[in-house]
């Protein structure tokens, strides 16, 4: 059984980072809406750092759920062998 506290502070990262990536995702419209008005190399690096930022989060969450299920929690987003290794010692 994982204690409280730490499922309560697992859940809180996750939710902050759900909220970076809602950011990210309005940002991504915006530089979507700029790019259709004026095409520029700054706009085409914005959405190249966007999809970079995208990929950090999707890094993250997975290294998350690799945590989560190294303290004995369950996910579904792991394959069998990512699983495994996370309770590997």
């Not at 909220?19 to 940002?27: D, P």
């Not at 259709?36 to 290294?63: G, V």
């Not at 299920?69 to 309770?87: H, I, M, P, Q, R």
Request: hydrophobic share 40%.
């Amino acid at each position: 059984m994982i204690p409280t506290h730490q499922r309560r502070n697992h859940e809180t990262t996750d939710d902050l980072l759900d909220e970076l990536e809602y950011i990210l995702v309005a940002v991504d419209v915006l530089a979507d809406a700029t790019r259709d008005q004026q095409e520029t190399r700054e706009i085409y690096c914005a959405i190249a750092m966007l999809r970079m930022a995208f990929d950090k989060i999707n890094e993250i969450k997975s290294a998350r759920a690799a945590e989560w299920v190294g303290t004995g929690g369950a996910s579904y987003c792991l394959s069998d062998a990512e699983k495994a290794e996370a309770v590997r010692a």
